[in-house]
């Protein structure tokens, strides 16, 4: 199953000719999620590889204009090319984020009188008081639910803290567990891990003609981690006929912040085949980023080695730094200087440092083991 | 004075690579007024020559997306780029739209914690009940006002219907007076007419002179249309030193419509030196424009031919509709069949027809006389 990550925005606070508004796409099978949806994403997606009508799950890491302002106008446009698509496209699409997005669509949706073709349902994570500073707190009046649902809309959950694993849960199915982790930020913010479940390894085809099993059911069964028992009374254990299992890949994803918060988080992005991480601006201005909220390539860096991430991904970036193909001479901020910045915090970890860019597609490889 | 008018997206529906979401400019001595705000329309005004931090009023026709998902991201822009500019950029942002337009923006401005560093104030027009069909009607539930006002907004009036005239009066000031009329669509629809108010023709200095007047306070006077009294005890009046007025300009921009309702606007428009219409389908496709609340060129010129309008200029184009320089032979829907369709329809009238395209600017020049 190929797995890729595709970024269609990487500028921060605004979309420009050169930096899209936050927004990437992961890709499994064909199936695309979207995390983050800053204004001109539709005409982004268009722009790429990828196909709007696709889209089954979205997630906003935080409601801050730049990664949520698209969200209405891609919800019409995906329902508009729906028309002619097959029934597939009208499941639900399920939307995760913090609390106040339900009221949000429901509002944009409804004012300008937006029918959708097909279902969807708003999932909302409830902050913790400890996520932002007082003044980023959603006043509870603002997301009151009022009135009825807009007539696409399905009840969604509303999703707490599981204090014990300090993470979120968001769903799993036989093949991801999906969770949310908690960030700090001008306003609450989140993480987003997507965990591909471990799959058998390969029968050992020869070994089981020896033991004299033919292909059939018996095979399923030990795939699925059953013993099956022999007419001679032999039992045999899966662990004798299986190849090691292809571990499953996990991608973490975060929002907008200046830290981690709890220690849950590191344990569980443990491991990260890619992990994604905002830079809005370099080392050098670290205090300015951290009264916004946001990170520079070494704080981005510290995350990633606790992660013990295989590579680190940095991303929206202040629209200072123009993409590198633009950089001109005489330029003062290098995009390329962030990525120095961040591999010499990561010296001797081996950790790979990549600059996101709009339109970059990454392939995210299975492993042999891990 | 100058006046010139530039198209920053002409598509209907949803933005695209080839064509932005409605949104278009009137520019007068370097104040800027906006008119639509689809998605992307930011990105649009950056690649334009416009500057964003000019937009001193906006009016938005009516409440579909693809006129008003652009809006709040655009004010949040805006002020972005206010942060180093003069005083002058603090003045109140005026909006005028259809009522359900300043919950819009409260609820997406304030769930976003989006601050501006300029006031704004939403002025909403009420439409009657002939706007649209049944189903086209906003819910009061949707729109009730409730909790308290956004921190930058600032008290906006609500504007109803002058009977006598068909008209809604927006605002009038020493250079303009502009007034809103009603569109039938599917949800309510506005058009818009900007009127520029007459100027006293240049004073005949010679025959001033002739008469024993030194320039001075008196020739301001007699300007400003007062009759002066000489030593001699002659009487002046303004009309015998006066040369013609010069005649304001009239721009007329209408909304997305299948007809324009009642009398009062063909009155109201009589003259235009610029109308903008509507012409999402081409002719043989009029049921279908008609269904979906549009007009074809045909519809568009007989408002124009109505109206005595000087040049019709056809806009928010059907996606199927590539921009000119885009169209490839074999394509089989050519805008430019959209002209020409317009054109047939006004044939001996005189009337020009223009095709918008994104990044178009008309100049809009004074006349001599009527
Ligand atoms: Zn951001
Ligand atoms: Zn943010
Ligand atoms: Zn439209
Ligand atoms: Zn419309």
Redesign the interface.
């Known amino acids: 199953m190929t797995m890729d990550l595709t970024f269609l925005g990487t500028g921060s606070?605004?979309?420009?000719?050169h930096r899209g508004?936050s927004a990437l796409v992961l890709r499994t099978d064909g199936e695309c999620w979207l995390f983050d949806c800053g204004?001109?994403t539709?005409?982004q997606l268009?722009?790429s590889q990828l196909r709007a009508g696709r889209i089954t799950k979205v997630f906003i890491s935080h409601?801050?204009?730049?990664h949520?302002?698209?969200l209405?106008?891609l919800l019409?446009?995906v329902s508009?090319n729906t028309s002619s698509e097959s029934q597939q496209d009208l499941n639900c699409v399920d939307i995760y984020g913090p609390r106040?997005?339900r009221?949000?669509l429901r509002?944009?949706l409804?004012?300008?009188?937006?029918q959708l073709l097909f279902p969807y349902a708003v999932h909302e994570l409830e902050p913790t008081p400890d996520q932002s500073p007082e003044e980023?707190k959603?006043?509870p009046?603002?997301?009151a639910e009022?009135?009825?649902l807009h007539p696409q809309e399905q009840p969604g959950r509303t999703i707490s803290l599981d204090v014990s694993s300090d993470t979120y849960l968001l769903f799993e199915d036989q093949k991801f567990v999906v969770k949310a982790f908690r960030l700090f930020h001008?306003?609450p913010s989140f993480g987003f891990c997507i965990q591909e479940r471990d799959r058998p390894g390969r029968l050992n085809t020869e070994l089981l003609k020896e033991l004299g099993l033919k292909p059939g059911p018996l095979y399923g069964r030990l795939k699925a981690g059953e013993s099956v028992t022999l007419e001679s009374g032999r039992v045999v254990q899966p662990s004798e006929v299986l190849e090691e299992a292809i571990p499953g890949r996990k991608v973490c994803i975060l929002g907008d912040c200046s830290s981690v918060l709890g220690e849950g988080p590191q344990r569980l992005c443990s491991g990260a085949d890619i992990l994604v991480h905002e830079a809005t601006l370099g080392n050098e201005h670290r205090e300015k980023a951290v009264d916004h909220g946001h990170s520079t390539p070494e704080m981005a860096a510290a995350v990633a080695r606790a992660c013990c991430a295989r590579r680190l991904v940095l991303n929206h970036f202040s629209q200072r730094y123009k993409p590198s193909a633009m950089v001109k001479e005489g330029d003062e901020d290098h995009v390329s200087e962030l990525k120095r910045q961040a591999e010499e915090a990561l010296q001797g970890t081996g950790v790979e440092v990549i600059l996101a860019e709009d339109f970059l597609t990454l392939q995210i490889s299975l492993r042999r083991s891990r």
Do not use: W
């Not at 606070?13 to 000719?17: E, I, Q, R």
């Not at 409601?63 to 730049?66: F, Q, T, V």
């Not at 409804?110 to 937006?114: D, P, Q």
């Open positions: 606070a605004y979309p420009s000719p508004a204004e001109g539709q005409t268009m722009k409601l801050h204009g730049d949520l302002f698209g209405p106008g019409c446009t508009l106040g997005l009221h949000f509002v944009t409804g004012i300008t009188g937006s980023g959603l006043n009046e603002m997301t009022r009135g009825p001008r306003i």
